[in-house]
């Protein structure tokens, strides 16, 4: 157990729908990083939020977003979903925002959208 | 930018055998380097880290990696491979300066036959 909890597992849902994607961080990590792993892509970064305060972006559509709140727990938000957004979306969290800290993930939540 | 590339998508090695995946990465910035092991349906697991002390780095599971800034390699080996070895394997380089985040390599599947 990584320390790092994500809800829901799985999500199923339809074209144009909305979800989001919840993570709970370590206790007293104060970065928490979002990655979308799929099949043609990889494993991608999306977004990483340090201590309430965006911190870096990476490819991720305009139609994502994210927040991270004071707890340290942190939500992305997906919207007008396409069928391409279908992919395992992984939380992770860390101390600092320092390259040579070790990232703890979460199982992930899998999202299909039908 | 930053990039990692793992030759070989599938490697399979019998019960006892070297295993050895390879990593290479391109990096504008003195890198840190990571391997992760993904299990069937869970998250990724830190198995090693270089963050510039040792270039032979020793990690969990009787997994090493050397670094060789030559090269441009990160390779990761075991001497002898077990039945429980067999997972994903991703490569990932990070930065001072880059807030932490990683930039993975595509992941190399690796079989053990008994």
């Known amino acids: 157990d990584s320390g790092v909890t994500q809800t829901p597992k799985h999500l199923i849902t339809a074209t144009g729908q909305r979800v989001t994607l919840r993570c709970s961080p370590r206790?007293?990590?104060?970065?928490v990083y979002w990655y979308q792993q799929s099949l043609d892509q990889g494993l991608q970064f999306l977004i990483q939020?340090?201590?309430?305060?965006?911190?870096a972006k990476g490819n991720i559509l305009e139609r994502f977003s994210a927040q991270q709140f004071p707890d340290l727990h942190s939500e992305l938000n997906l919207s007008s979903l396409e069928l391409g957004d279908s992919a395992l979306y992984f939380c992770?969290?860390?101390?600092?925002?320092?390259?040579?800290?070790?990232?703890?993930f979460g199982q992930g939540t899998r999202l299909t959208v039908v | 930018a930053q990039s990692v590339t793992q030759l070989g998508s599938h490697v399979s090695v019998s019960e006892g055998a070297l295993v050895l995946l390879r990593c290479n990465y391109s990096?504008?910035?003195?890198?840190?380097l990571f391997w992760y092991v993904q299990y069937p349906n869970q998250g990724l697991q830190l198995l090693l880290k270089?963050?510039?002390?040792?270039?032979l780095v020793k990690g969990i599971n009787g997994f090493e990696a050397e670094f060789k800034k030559s090269e441009t390699s990160f390779h990761l080996t075991k001497p002898s491979a077990h039945m429980s070895d067999a997972a994903e394997y991703f490569c990932?380089?990070?930065?001072?300066?880059?807030?932490?985040?990683?930039?993975f390599g595509q992941g190399t599947e690796l079989s053990v036959k008994p």
């Open positions: 992770a969290s860390s101390v600092w925002d320092s390259g040579n800290t070790e990232a703890f």
């Open positions: 206790s007293g990590d104060l970065s």
């Open positions: 939020y340090y201590n309430g305060e965006e911190r």
């Open positions: 990096s504008s910035v003195p890198p840190y």
């Open positions: 270089y963050t510039s002390a040792a270039t």
């Open positions: 990932a380089v990070s930065g001072n300066n880059q807030g932490g985040k990683l930039i």
